[in-house]
C-alpha cells in the first residue's frame, strides 16, 4: 500500500548524485541535496594547501594543512638576527668595535681599565655611530666633557 504513495526520483543530489525527488518549485530555486551533509558539502569553501595541495578549509590566513606544511613553508626564511629596539646590545657592538680599532685606554688620559670606558659622541648625536665621530674615554673624562661646563660650582668658585 505505502508503495502507491512513494513519489519516484525526478532529479538527482547535487552533490552525490543519488537520485531524489524535490517539488518543481524546489528544482527552479537551484541546486538540491538529498541531505544537510551534502547540502553541507556543497558549501564548504575549500583552497589548497600551499605545499602539499591537500583541499583545506579557507580561514582566515591560514594557508597549510598542517604543523609539517607549515614548517616546509617556512624553511628558508631568514629572520632578523638583530635586534634593532635592543638598546643595550647595540651599544656592546659599538664599543667592541671601538676598543677593536683604538685599543683599550682613554682617548684623553691613557686609563686603561677598557671594562668601565664609555663611547662619546663627539657630536653629541647617539644615532650617529660613523667611526670618526667616536671616542674611547674613560668617566670622568666623559664627566668633564659633559657637565663640567654646566656646573652650579663655576657660579661659586672664583668669586
Not at 683604538?102 to 667611526?131: P, T
Request: with cysteine.
Amino acid at each position: 500500500m505505502r508503495e502507491l504513495y512513494k513519489r519516484k526520483p525526478n532529479t538527482k543530489c547535487s552533490t552525490c548524485d543519488k537520485p531524489i525527488y524535490r517539488r518543481p518549485l524546489e528544482l527552479k530555486r537551484g541546486p538540491v541535496f538529498c541531505t544537510s551533509l551534502c547540502y553541507g558539502k556543497a558549501n564548504r569553501k575549500e583552497r589548497p594547501c600551499v605545499v602539499c595541495n591537500n583541499p583545506i578549509l579557507a580561514r582566515a590566513n591560514k594557508k597549510t594543512c598542517s604543523r609539517g606544511c607549515a614548517n616546509k613553508n617556512r624553511a628558508g626564511i631568514k629572520y632578523g638576527t638583530k635586534r634593532p629596539y635592543d638598546k643595550v646590545q647595540n651599544e656592546r657592538t659599538i664599543k667592541l668595535r671601538v676598543l677593536e680599532l683604538r685599543g683599550g685606554k682613554c682617548e684623553r688620559c691613557g686609563y686603561s681599565k677598557k671594562q668601565i670606558l664609555h663611547v662619546h659622541h663627539k657630536d653629541r648625536n647617539h644615532s650617529n655611530n660613523e667611526l670618526h665621530n667616536l671616542e674611547l674615554i674613560c668617566p670622568n673624562c666623559h664627566y668633564e666633557e659633559h657637565y663640567l661646563e654646566k656646573s652650579w660650582l663655576n657660579d661659586t668658585v672664583g668669586h
